[in-house]
């Protein structure tokens, strides 16, 4: 093969290369800029965020290891939305959307307004909504935030089954350990608060 092509190879195989290196490592900076604020909201409950997902003016992250729990921040106009959630306090997670008919053309197609991940607790806590997408300040056409409340619905139900297992185990263990043991007085000692205690006066009727 002649040494021009060889050689016009390697350099436009080394400039993809760069490229994708520089891309990579910008991307980074934007992740790292980007979840900055969660880590830092994370941190300020003693957390750190083990899975996150980020979206247009959104950000969400949990803390699976310790304190199992989630963090929100989402930016509206006017406005930023903070949510801490503690996990071992839900008793339920569901994806919830709005949706309504709109006639296109001659067809009749669904439209959603709103997506929120709506959380239950146990002892009668208000429910908590997190709003994944709203059409009246994001953009019209959805860029996958149905996909992320379903997938962020289901993780939150798997983690409120392992914290109801986790509970269900110390309870048994609670049951299962063994009384403790109470040693009997010994002669000696027996002897001594005999030997300090009163006598009871008694009294008689004349």
């Not at 089954?161 to 609670?174: F, H, Q, Y």
Request: charged share 30%.
């Amino acid at each position: 093969m002649d040494l021009n092509i060889i050689l016009g190879w390697s350099i436009t195989l080394l400039a993809i290369t760069l490229l994708i290196f520089f891309i990579k490592v910008k991307n980074k900076k934007r992740d790292e800029k980007t979840l900055e604020p969660l880590l830092k909201f994370a941190s300020e409950h003693n957390s750190e965020i083990s899975q996150y997902n980020s979206w247009d003016k959104t950000i969400i992250g949990v803390d699976t290891n310790e304190t199992s729990r989630l963090f929100f921040i989402r930016n509206i106009p006017g406005m930023e939305i903070r949510e801490t959630i503690n996990l071992l306090e839900v008793s339920d997670c569901k994806m919830v959307k709005a949706e309504r008919k709109v006639k296109y053309q001659k067809d009749t197609v669904n439209v959603i307004d709103r997506i929120q991940l709506v959380f239950s607790f146990y002892k009668h806590k208000s429910e908590i909504r997190l709003e994944f997408y709203n059409e009246d300040y994001d953009q019209l056409t959805l860029s996958g935030e149905l996909q992320l409340a379903q997938k962020w619905a289901s993780l939150v139900k798997d983690i409120i089954i392992k914290n109801r297992e986790l509970k269900d185990k110390k309870r048994e263990n609670a049951g299962t350990n063994p009384l403790v043991e109470i040693s009997p007085l010994s002669n000696l000692e027996f002897a001594k608060k005999r030997k300090y205690k009163r006598p009871v006066k008694m009294g008689y009727a004349v």
